[in-house]
C-alpha cells in the first residue's frame, strides 16, 4: 500500500482530534509522520529519528515530543519520543505502544491503531508532563507528509 491509499484509508480528522485532545491535558507534542518514500535497507527507527530532528521535534522546551512515523510501502512504523519522555518511561513502553498499533494495522484498523497509540502517549506525557497555564502549542498538529 502507498503513502496515499494508506491516507484514504484513516479518518485523519478522527487522528487529529486524538492529538488535539491529548495535547489539552500535557505540555508534550505529538504528530504522525507518514512517508511516501520506502525504507530501503534502513529500519523505521532510525528513519523515524531523522525526520524527528528534522521536523524540530527535539527543540521542545520540555524535550517531550512524540512522533508516530508511519511507512505504508513497507508496512512498518516506529514510534520514538524525545529523551525527557524516554527518561520517564523507558523501552517497554515504546514496545508497548507498539503493539497496539501493530494489532490494529494487521486488522486494516489504521485510524483505530494511531488513535489508541496518541491516547496511550498522551496518557504518559499527561502524567508526567501536564498541561501549565502558560502552555502553547510548539509543534504544528496535522499529518505530516514528505
Request: proline share 2%.
Given at each position: 500500500?502507498n503513502?496515499?491509499?494508506?491516507?484514504?484509508?484513516?479518518?485523519?480528522a478522527?487522528?487529529?482530534?486524538a492529538?488535539r485532545?491529548?495535547e489539552?491535558?500535557?505540555?508534550g507534542?505529538?504528530r504522525?509522520?507518514?512517508?511516501?518514500?520506502?525504507?530501503?535497507?534502513?529500519?523505521?527507527?532510525?528513519?523515524?529519528?531523522?525526520e524527528?530532528h528534522?521536523l524540530?521535534?527535539?527543540?521542545t522546551?520540555?524535550?517531550?515530543?512524540?512522533?508516530?512515523y508511519?511507512?505504508?510501502r513497507d508496512?512498518?512504523?516506529?514510534?520514538?519520543?524525545?529523551?525527557?519522555?524516554?527518561?520517564?518511561?523507558?523501552q517497554?513502553f515504546?514496545d508497548?505502544?507498539?503493539?497496539?498499533?501493530e494489532?490494529e494495522f494487521?486488522?486494516?484498523?489504521?485510524?483505530?491503531?494511531?488513535v489508541a497509540?496518541i491516547?496511550?502517549?498522551g496518557?504518559?506525557?499527561?502524567?508526567?508532563?501536564?498541561?501549565r497555564?502558560d502552555?502553547?502549542?510548539?509543534?504544528?498538529?496535522?499529518?505530516v507528509?514528505?
Amino acid at each position: 500500500m502507498n503513502a496515499a491509499e494508506f491516507l484514504n484509508l484513516i479518518d485523519e480528522a478522527a487522528v487529529l482530534a486524538a492529538v488535539r485532545e491529548v495535547e489539552q491535558l500535557t505540555s508534550g507534542e505529538v504528530r504522525v509522520f507518514v512517508s511516501r518514500r520506502r525504507l530501503r535497507g534502513r529500519m523505521a527507527n532510525e528513519r523515524a529519528c531523522a525526520e524527528f530532528h528534522r521536523l524540530d521535534m527535539d527543540t521542545t522546551d520540555d524535550r517531550n515530543a512524540v512522533l508516530f512515523y508511519v511507512v505504508p510501502r513497507d508496512r512498518a512504523f516506529a514510534v520514538i519520543g524525545d529523551e525527557a519522555v524516554h527518561r520517564k518511561c523507558g523501552q517497554r513502553f515504546w514496545d508497548e505502544t507498539a503493539k497496539i498499533l501493530e494489532g490494529e494495522f494487521a486488522e486494516g484498523l489504521f485510524t483505530a491503531g494511531l488513535v489508541a497509540g496518541i491516547r496511550r502517549a498522551g496518557d504518559l506525557l499527561a502524567e508526567h508532563f501536564p498541561r501549565r497555564g502558560d502552555d502553547h502549542d510548539e509543534l504544528p498538529d496535522g499529518l505530516v507528509r514528505d
